[in-house]
Structures are given as C-alpha cells and as structure tokens.
C-alpha cells in the first residue's frame, strides 16, 4: 500500500534563517507531488505541484520553492524566511487519473 | 468570485441529527469532486469522492447538482466523531489536474 511520510512535524525558525521540508511516497511510482499551505483559520492554497522529476509548477509567487530530485521525492525550501511563511505545510501524492490526493502528517511551521 | 466556496460555519448541532453542506464551484468544466474531512492540526483525508448521480457510505451522502454547480455532503445520524472541518475540493483546470479547496465547514456535534 501507499504511504507518505513527511517530516518533521513541528519547526520553529527565526526570521531569515533557510528552511528545508521533505517528503517522501512509497508504493507508487510516478506520482504527481504537491506542496500545499494551510494558515491559521484559512484554507489549503496550492504551492507547488509535481508531474515528474525535475519538472515544478508554481501556483503563488512568493520566496519558497520546491524541487524534486527524485520520483518519490518532494522537498520544499527557503532561503530566508520570513514571518508569513508560518502556517501548516502539506505534502500530498495524487491517485492519477481521478486525483484523489492523499495528505502527509503535515509541519507545523512558527516563523519568530 | 472564488473557484471553490463554502460555508465557513460553525455548524452547531446536536448527536443524531442529520447536517448538510453545501459547496459551490465556478468553472462548469470542473471534472472530479470530493468531500475531505480535517480534525484540527491534523491533515486531510478523503471522506468520499463525488459521482454524478450521487453515493452514499454508510451514514454519509454526496451529491453533485452539475446544473447549479455545487455539491453537497449529507450526515444522517450525526455522532460526536463526525465533530471536524469538512472540506470540498475540485479539479477545476480543465486539462491541469490541480485540486483546488474550499476552505471548510467546521462542524461540532453537541452531546
């Protein structure tokens, strides 16, 4: 069966410092990745999606970007974060073709 | 106007009755629907995808009204457990399969 596995789970940062999130799937292959955000009261905002290794789309222009070594691989990273980067940071694999997505445990991200 | 909408709640109501939400999409070309449930700092999980001519498990009913563009969840019964946020979501881009959510209906049942 597929699982996810994103770590870790609570990240405390001060403003400016770089930050690195990883995620993983295992039993598939060729899985479309996804980065989504979730701020505090608000809804899941699309950051980045995946078709392929190497190939990143990005929905918000904004200072974090995401790569994917490789196919089973999603990371998202910053160089200097700042305070409205705090929120609820997801990883998500999507079931092609329907597209049914399937969440990590999420980080809890407090930029300070 | 937003790709995805719904009722931020809260809906309050008491163990055993039955609740219903709606949510509403803009682009008639949307293809796929679903219904994800979020306990609080938890992530998403897929509750039940959303067929044309609707689907029911268990206690639980979707349905999708392609003519006005909204689907709804239906809970018969509702049990403390089912206490949450409920988030509808769509593909939306035609030829993109990006999914794009609702930001939630937040439910609590009341013993």
């Known amino acids: 069966s597929q699982t996810i596995h994103q770590w870790p789970a609570t990240l405390v940062q001060p403003v400016g410092s770089p930050l690195s999130l990883e995620c993983t799937v295992e039993?598939?292959?060729?899985?479309?990745l996804y980065w989504y955000r979730q701020a505090a009261g608000r809804g899941l905002q699309l950051l980045f999606y995946?078709?392929?290794?190497?190939?990143i789309s990005s929905e918000v222009p904004q200072n974090l970007s995401a790569s994917r070594p490789q196919d089973r691989q999603f990371i998202l990273s910053s160089k200097k974060l700042l305070l409205s980067d705090s929120g609820f940071y997801l990883c998500a694999w999507g079931d092609r073709p329907n597209e049914k997505l399937f969440f990590g445990s999420g980080t809890q991200l407090s930029v300070l | 106007r937003k790709e995805v909408e719904q009722d931020p709640g809260p809906f309050n109501v008491p163990e055993g009755a039955t609740v219903a939400f709606n949510c509403t999409y803009s682009n008639s070309a949307s293809q796929s629907f679903f219904w994800y449930r979020q306990d609080c700092r938890k992530e998403p999980k897929l509750l039940m995808s959303?067929?044309?001519s609707g689907n029911e498990d268990g206690r639980f009913t979707a349905q999708l009204n392609r003519a006005s563009q909204y689907i709804s969840l239906l809970i018969r019964d509702s049990k403390l457990s089912d206490s949450a946020t409920y988030l509808c979501?769509?593909?939306?881009?035609?030829?993109?399969?990006?999914?794009?959510f609702g930001t939630g209906t937040r439910l609590t049942i009341i013993p």
């Open positions: 959303v067929y044309s």
């Open positions: 995946s078709v392929g290794i190497g190939q």
């Open positions: 979501a769509v593909i939306s881009t035609f030829g993109n399969e990006k999914l794009t």
């Open positions: 039993g598939t292959s060729n899985p479309n």
